[in-house]
């Protein structure tokens, strides 16, 4: 064989070899992506469900709130409410005028 074409198979080979370790690191990183992905992907699924849970507690939260001020404003309106304010202000009314 003549020196070129000892070069020609030589470059050949070469190639084979690299193209073999190219399809490697691809794949090798096609798999190291899609793992990064899945755990990306669990992580938004739990963030979205402490999400979710916070929601939750803050509406529950709210609706406490709602029914305590309910409550309290039927508190205010009632006859012991108003009587017991009443007794309240005297005392202080006197303690303003000494």
């Known amino acids: 064989m003549s020196e070129s074409s ?5 470059l050949e080979q070469e190639l084979r070899v690299s193209r073999r370790w190219g399809q490697r ?3 090798e990183m096609h798999a190291v992506m899609l793992k990064d992905l899945r755990a990306a992907e669990g992580r938004a699924r ?3 469900r402490r999400t979710e849970e916070a929601r939750k507690r803050a509406k529950r939260a709210e609706q406490r709130a709602t029914r305590a001020e309910r409550e309290l404003a039927e508190l205010r309106q009632s006859a012991t409410w ?3 304010r009443a007794l ?3 005392p202080s009314r006197l303690k303003r005028r000494s």
């Open 46 to 48: 739990r963030a979205e």
């Open 82 to 84: 108003r009587a017991g």
């Open 6 to 10: 000892e070069g020609y198979v030589r």
């Open 88 to 90: 309240l202000a005297v």
């Open 25 to 27: 690191a691809v794949k």
